[in-house]
């Protein structure tokens, strides 16, 4: 989670403390295009274009600012041109979309489920934003009644909006909120599926934008991080490690104070890799390849791992993160998964549990939650079916 310093303030005057901030992450869109920039800007580290972008994006000048960071201007000009055009939004742009949102979509916010006192205040009060994540997909802010650092209302219950970080990340937004409802439906694990996913404009340099915001209720509780081992080729589980939290937001500090924490029992961490694996096999989804006879491709969401997705409190994970899409698999390889299931890190490395045959049972109820399995009616899911069966996870009757 990010250590940003509260960068949005009373959304009824809008006042804002913006300046100096920037997203450290870079968007979902500009990260797929970086082979298809101009040597002058690919030569650039988005480490050293993310503060001068932000402004550009905001409407600086392009010499000035060049000239401020010690950036070529032409490199420079040609991350604006890609930003502009992926509809990219700067810390400003973003801390508009809420305020947008919170305005004119105040029905929604006050009809969910609302416990007087508690969640959203009245129509007019102040709020503060804090931006406590950038991603590559959304920034995260967390909005709280009050002003300045909303502990002026005690007890109220905060919530959360993502706000997609360009156009591209609006699409994988969706997609993702998509995924976690389907997640909500097991009884594997528990999800923080969104309250309400809208879009709003904001201004652009080039003109009005349209910023995807999704809603969410806070979650208490710590980030894990997952330390790992190598054995052979393979990377395993050594221990999951529940983050402390830093002291401004509750959130868990970046790298490198990351080294602090509190170690899971054995116990534990089996628990919650069971519930991680169990809601990915219950949310699979099947599907004939039309170019191959008779092949079955599974596809199924996988949560990263630390990437600030799973966070645990009371004893149980939550997803409360969103996964980067999901993995495509040929029936062989899903079925392969089942006897010996993996999540990838953030570098892509599949994570495997090290005892053998400790999640047989967990992938056995996850099957029998899959609504697709349990319902589906096309030749995929009878394929998936039969092929389950003679592997002995399934027995015929119960999908009869």
Known sequence: MSHLQPSFRALRDGEDALAGVYFRTIPRGLLSRLGALPEAAAALPWEAVAPALDLLLDGAELQPTAARFALPEEGLAAWREAAEGLEVLSVARSAAACQAFVRGHWPVLAGLERQPGRDWPSEGEDFSVWLVKDGHTASVWLVEPGLVTGREVPGSRPFYLNVARDR???????????????WAHTSLCFVAAPLSIQRVAVAGTRGPLEAVVAVHRSVPGRELRVETIESGTRRLVARLVELEPSPAFGWAPEPPARAGGRPLSP????????????????????????????AVQVAMPLPVLNRGDAVYADGRVTLAGLPPGETLLPLSEWL????????????GTPVHWPVPG???????????????LCEGQGRAAEEVRSALTRLGFLQAPAFA
Request: proline share 6%.
């Open 336 to 347: 392969a998964f089942l006897d010996d299931p993996y999540l990838p890190d953030q570098d």
């Open 358 to 372: 400790a999640l047989e049972p967990t992938v056995r109820a996850a099957l029998e939650q899959n609504l697709e």
């Open 168 to 182: 591209e990340a609006a699409l994988e937004l969706a997609l993702s909120h998509a995924v976690l409802e389907r």
């Open 267 to 294: 116990v534990q961490a089996a628990r919650i890799w069971r519930q991680l694996i169990g809601c990915s096999v219950a949310a699979a989804r099947f599907r004939e390849e039309p170019a191959v006879a008779s």
